[in-house]
């Protein structure tokens, strides 16, 4: 059973957020992790106002979860976030494996190497635009 690394965005009813801070992300976690995945990073993204009207809610508690989870559970996933009250949306992408170390090390707060070798970059079109 091949597994992948995913990217969920959870949208929670913000009125139960506040009320249990804990324990939306943790029931979440849990569909994850009963489906045989593995959570990596989870934490709140933000708290705003909603587009439109979600379930009757004008606000949303944006929540981010990266995870490792086989292929074949993420239909499961949704399909259990759509019949939990508490959770307005979810969107769960499949993350490109080339992109997998530098995402999972931004979410994580790993300071990346990559930095300077783009700031190098950014600097030699300048100056070969200047000559």
């Not at 957020?17 to 939306?24: E, I, M, P």
């Not at 508490?86 to 080339?98: A, D, E, T, Y």
């Not at 783009?118 to 030699?124: I, K, N, S």
Request: aromatic content about 8%; some cysteine; hydrophobic content about 40%.
């Amino acid at each position: 059973m091949p597994t992948q690394v995913y990217e969920g965005l959870f949208i929670f009813d913000s009125n139960k957020f506040a009320r249990d801070q804990q324990g939306l992300p943790a029931e979440v976690e849990q569909m994850i992790v009963g489906a045989g995945g593995e959570v990596v990073v989870s934490r709140l993204w933000e708290e705003r106002r909603l587009a439109y009207p979600i379930k009757g809610q004008r606000k949303g508690t944006y929540w981010l979860i990266y995870f490792r989870s086989p292929t074949d559970a993420i239909t499961g996933l949704n399909r259990k976030c759509e019949l939990h009250d508490g959770v307005l949306r979810q969107l769960v992408l499949k993350i490109h494996p080339s992109l997998v170390e530098p995402i999972l090390a931004h979410a994580q707060g790993t300071p990346e190497a990559e930095e300077e070798p783009a700031e190098e970059e950014a600097g030699e079109p300048v100056a070969a635009g200047a000559e």
